[in-house]
């Protein structure tokens, strides 16, 4: 950052750092005079895609960008942890190091807020175990919310016994739980497909417990405007709204099917074909096959009246 000043009193990231090392190192210039200062991390889903999409990019070996993978991981599970944000940097450069509570980080102030999702989290598991670990965020949420597509008819899965387990929760409450088992390396994403790491035989036996923030829903959809350039605003809306209609008929979070950036820059790019769109920050071989085509068609329909 190149600020020799010893009385920093605020330092606010309004992006997230790919990994702790640069956080670490940003944030110690606050109080370095010992008087009292903050630090205040901003982040978003955005931010996860942004630095996933540079390490993909990258030109660099497949051992590189593993290790890159494995820093951004550790970033992430920074942000959603609920212990003591000094001790798990501490923990993270020293491991052996005993450090006890700081009690005085957002955390260790709002220890009482948190809430105990282990019971949600065996049910998730359950539920992934039964359907062989195959499939993704929407047919995982759809089978616990007890949904009965023609697809889950297919497969047999309104025949488990988790069909229908969780379904007194919204479909946003949903999509909250699963992203906080998958931050906290309990599940990983293959390709859109979740999977369960060996990390949950702890979780299964007891031995761990998961903690979440109660979750919020929001009463609208927000839109942000202008976050990328060039971008064709009036293209943007009808993609949103595309997005809308498809969020209602599958019945999952309109951002499980693309961010607001990656519509922008379906906006910007006007990709004409699925190849095009492949090569769109957020867009992996699932969405492809699934949610793509809808989006191509009205991409189309709008160029030809242009």
């Known amino acids: 950052m190149g600020i020799d000043k010893s009385n920093v009193r605020f330092v606010i990231h309004y992006n997230m750092p790919g990994d702790l090392e640069s956080y670490y190192q940003e944030a110690g210039r606050a109080g370095r005079d010992g008087l009292k200062s903050e630090c205040i991390l901003l982040f978003s889903e955005r931010d996860i895609n942004l630095h996933e999409y540079f390490i993909t990019v990258s030109q660099a070996d497949d051992d590189y960008k593993d290790k890159m993978g494995e820093k951004l991981t550790k970033m992430i599970q920074y942000t959603k942890t609920k212990k003591c944000l000094e001790a798990t940097i501490v923990h993270y450069f020293e491991p052996n190091e005993k450090l006890e509570e700081c009690e005085q980080c957002s ?91 060996t990390s949950i035989k702890k979780l299964l036996s007891n031995e761990v417990e998961v903690f979440t923030t109660p979750f919020k829903q929001k009463a609208t959809e927000k839109v942000f405007i202008n976050t990328v350039e060039g971008v064709d605003r009036v293209l943007f809306s009808q993609l949103v709204e595309v997005r809308k209609k498809l969020s209602d008929k599958l019945t999952i979070a309109p951002v499980s099917i693309f961010s607001d950036y990656t519509l922008e820059e379906f906006a910007k790019r006007k990709p004409a074909s699925k190849q095009d769109m492949i090569n769109i920050d957020g867009v992996g071989s699932y969405k492809l096959k699934h949610y793509c085509p809808a989006f191509l068609e009205t991409i189309q329909n709008y160029k030809a009246k242009v």
């Open 107 to 197: 955390n260790c102030v709002q220890q009482d807020k948190s809430y105990n999702m282990t019971q949600e989290a065996k049910m998730i598991i359950s539920c992934i175990a039964r359907m062989k670990q195959q499939e993704s965020y929407s047919v995982i949420i759809q089978v616990l919310r007890g949904e009965s597509t023609d697809y889950i008819k297919y497969k047999g899965y309104d025949q488990i016994s988790t069909h229908g387990l969780m379904k007194g929760y919204t479909t946003s409450e949903l999509s909250h739980l699963i992203d906080e088992l998958r931050f906290k390396g309990f599940l990983n994403e293959n390709d859109e497909i979740l999977m369960c790491d």
